[in-house]
């Protein structure tokens, strides 16, 4: 396999003289140790107008020791302007490495030693490194005599995987908390600090991606994989207590209410997510199945399903014989199947609470369902707007708190943990 080629860009002072010849060669006598302790394949020198008449000097060092230094063969020069400029620096240094990343015949390491120089250079230069994640060297050595004495020079290579890894978790942490689990996946694979648990914090969002989509069972047994008692999820650990135990319900749970209220509440939670997200057409579509499902759900209570309704059912509960053959109209196939406004006739006439509602309430109903049927998402081409969905968003709120007196728990159980953003 073709090793790398080790590309050292380095930065030219002038030293504490400038303009003392014997200043420029102390300059380039360390640089010279430098380049010989990394043997690169090319150097790469940015310099101002003052401080790169130090390179000659470089030059004979080579010559002294019967090799040669040959301009554009073994190095080149980049001029820097603005010395004092931050931008201007760092534009230049990441100028220089667009050109060596982006050549397709060569595979180039970048090694950036920042030591000399002016304090805003090598500022930049750090700064560049760090953010394209290339190698960082600076030299040190004995400081008796103010700077590294010639012959003491140590390479010290920056560990920045630290560094690195803190800024990938809080990004990961925002896109976490934007419901881009995929992202987050992605950018929490790349973290190398073996004290971070990244295989709790990628099973995390592989639940809530599966939980996104509605796929119960995965998010289920993706969140049992984590380690609850692992420090970096201590600030949302309850939050995926509250979770697992809700998960585990809407999969395990022998009562077929007590399962639908937490697919219920996993759905209102599902659209105000997508609402977060300014999918407010998304958001509706996910409103009014759970509209549909709360009439579903109560109409099970009186052992009626809405995909089949069983007329001698609806006989024993005394339902009139009008209503009944209102049904049997829509019958098809041996089956009569309803929607949402004939569930919740249905319940009215059953006496139920959540239909004595919806008459009460049909005029502003139908006014957000034909809305809701105009979408884009539905049968027409209209957009929804924040309004709307706030004003589903209220109906179906206060249905489902009278489906059931512990709805507010079952919301809160199945909404997602959200991290601080503040990084400490």
């Keep these: 396999m073709k090793r790398k080629e080790v590309v050292l860009f380095m930065i030219v002072g002038t030293g504490i003289n400038c303009s003392d010849e014997d200043g420029a060669r102390l300059v380039a006598q360390k640089l010279y140790s430098t380049i010989t302790k990394m043997y690169p394949s090319k150097v790469v020198f940015f310099a101002s107008e003052q401080s790169k008449n130090t390179i000659p000097y470089i030059e004979e060092l080579f010559a002294q020791d019967n090799d040669e230094f040959i301009l554009d063969d073994d190095y080149q020069i980049v001029l820097i302007e603005s010395i004092d400029n931050f931008n201007a620096c760092f534009e230049v240094f990441e100028s220089k490495i667009w050109e060596f990343d982006e050549d397709i015949m ?15 250079m090598s500022a930049a230069m750090a700064c560049c490194g760090m953010f394209y994640r290339k190698d960082l060297i600076s030299v040190g050595g004995d400081r008796s005599h103010g700077e590294v004495s010639s012959g003491t020079e140590i390479i010290n290579y920056q560990n920045l995987y630290q560094i690195y890894d803190r800024i990938s978790i809080a990004r990961a942490r925002r896109y976490f908390n934007s419901n881009r689990f995929m992202q987050c996946i992605d950018i929490l694979e790349r973290i190398v600090d073996v004290r971070f648990d990244k295989e709790s914090s990628i099973n995390i969002c592989k639940s809530y ?12 047994e993706y969140l ?9 999820l201590i600030e949302i650990m309850e939050k995926l207590k509250k979770n697992l135990k809700a998960l585990g319900m809407m999969v395990n749970s022998r009562s077929p209410n007590l399962k639908n209220c937490y697919i219920l509440a996993s759905l209102i939670n599902n659209s105000i997510r997508k609402a977060e997200e300014y999918k407010y057409d998304d958001a509706i579509a996910r409103l009014y199945r759970s509209f549909e499902l709360i009439a579903q759900i109560q109409l099970s209570k009186y052992n009626i399903k809405s995909s089949d309704v069983d ?12 209503f009944i053959e209102y049904l049997k109209k829509t019958e098809e196939d041996g089956k009569i199947r309803i929607g949402l406004v004939a569930d919740f006739l249905l319940l009215n006439e059953l006496g139920d609470k959540l239909g004595k509602y919806f008459v009460q309430n049909e005029s502003k109903i139908k006014n957000m369902t034909q809305k809701r049927n105009n979408s884009i998402l539905a049968h027409g081409l209209e957009s929804q707007t924040e309004e709307d969905f706030n004003q589903f968003l209220e109906v179906v709120s206060e249905l489902a708190h009278k489906l059931d007196k512990d709805m507010s728990r079952f919301l809160n159980e199945t909404t997602f943990a959200k991290f601080d953003l503040r990084f400490e």
């Design 311 to 322: 007329i001698s059912v609806l006989m024993e509960k005394n339902v009139s014989e009008e």
């Design 209 to 220: 991606y599966s939980w996104d989509i509605m796929d119960f069972e995965n998010a289920y």
């Design 224 to 232: 049992k994989k984590v380690d609850l008692s692992n420090f970096d």
């Design 106 to 120: 060569n595979d180039y390491q970048i090694i950036m030693d920042y030591t000399s120089g002016t304090k805003t």
